[in-house]
């Protein structure tokens, strides 16, 4: 099997050690290996501070630990260099193995090559699904290696809910800036589906990602499916808003209606497809007008009046 070390600090990937060894159980990794190769590690660099094992993941034969760290950035410690050649001469490992070792050191990575995984692998999860879009197909249509992926993300589910996130921002800010341009508040909750209307003009061939997501991610502890969720949260809250701020009443009611609306039409455009999608926008606009009006020319509820103590015994 293959056991590959990674340096990672912060968003940066440093130096990796690639080793062919024997094949070992994780029992073995964790109390045996992982302790020394922080040991050797600390003796190769004092420099560096807080060194700890970030992730260990498995794929297929191939075990990637990552190794996070603070402080200055490190060389190889095999080679001293931070180019890209491969010394295949270096035949010492950091852990305590007995097969030869191959070092490779890496440029740093900056923050491009993290957003370049989340774009590439963002389009693919949204055209083709999350389960069945593998990490060959990702690291084939980013031109990178398996080894940069596992040190920005340590698991295909940890990439998901990074997508998803950062999708999230995305419509955060957009959404936000979209509703600002609109002076009139009580216009406020209906310029959301004017916002809805754009968007799947341009971008919403296959609906809601966060929908999709959950709907393919059962487990309720699944990352992506949590970020799903909190996306959810956040648009009920942000309606909510919207419609308090417009004068309704019983804001967090037509909130939640109205975000029904919202999920209904990316549901209608997954089952129907992306050329029913305006009038499926259309048709939830008229019935979300219809809420919005009518809750705002809804008087306010009274408060029910405190009953009048009743007097006991008979009147004199």
């Known amino acids: 099997m293959v056991l590959q070390v990674v340096v990672v600090r912060g968003n940066d990937v440093g130096w990796g050690i690639a080793a062919r060894v024997k094949p070992i159980d994780v029992v073995r990794l964790s109390s045996r ?5 922080i040991r050797r590690l600390g003796r190769l660099y004092p420099q560096l501070q807080s060194m700890r094992i970030e992730n260990v ?3 297929g034969n191939t075990v990637t630990l990552a190794v996070a760290v603070e402080g200055a950035t490190a060389l190889c410690p095999l080679c001293r260099c931070t180019s890209t050649r491969v010394h295949s001469r270096y035949r010492r490992t950091l852990m305590l193995t007995d097969l030869s070792v191959n070092c490779y050191a890496a440029r740093m990575r900056d923050h491009s090559t993290r957003d370049h995984l989340l774009a590439t692998a963002g389009d693919l ?6 389960t069945a ?12 290696s398996k080894p940069t992926l596992y040190a920005h993300f340590g698991s295909k589910a940890e990439l998901a809910a990074a997508v998803l996130d950062r999708r999230h921002r995305a419509r955060v800010d957009e959404l936000e800036a979209w509703v600002a ?3 009139d508040p009580r216009d406020r909750p209906l310029a959301v589906f004017a916002w809805l209307s754009d968007w799947y003009s341009r971008a919403g061939a296959r609906g809601c990602a966060f929908v999709n997501a959950a709907a393919e991610l059962p487990h ?3 990352p992506a499916r949590r970020v799903a969720q909190r996306e959810k949260r956040w648009l009920l809250a942000f309606l909510t808003r919207l419609t308090r701020e417009a004068g309704v009443a019983q804001a967090e009611r037509l909130a939640a209606q109205l975000v029904l609306l919202i999920d ?12 029913t999608a305006a009038h499926a926008v259309a048709d939830a606009a008229a019935a979300a007008r219809v809420l919005v009006e009518a809750a705002i020319a809804a008087p306010p509820r009274p408060s029910p009046a405190t009953p009048a103590p009743r007097r006991s015994g008979r009147a004199p």
């Open 33 to 37: 290996l992982l302790p020394a190769l």
């Open 57 to 59: 993941t498995l794929h």
């Open 125 to 130: 999860f949204y055209t083709q699904g999350l």
């Open 133 to 144: 879009t593998g990490v060959d197909t990702i690291v084939r249509a980013s031109g990178l």
């Open 181 to 183: 341009r609109t002076a």
């Open 220 to 222: 309720p502890e699944a």
């Open 264 to 275: 209904g039409v990316a549901a209608h455009v997954v089952v129907h497809g992306t050329e």
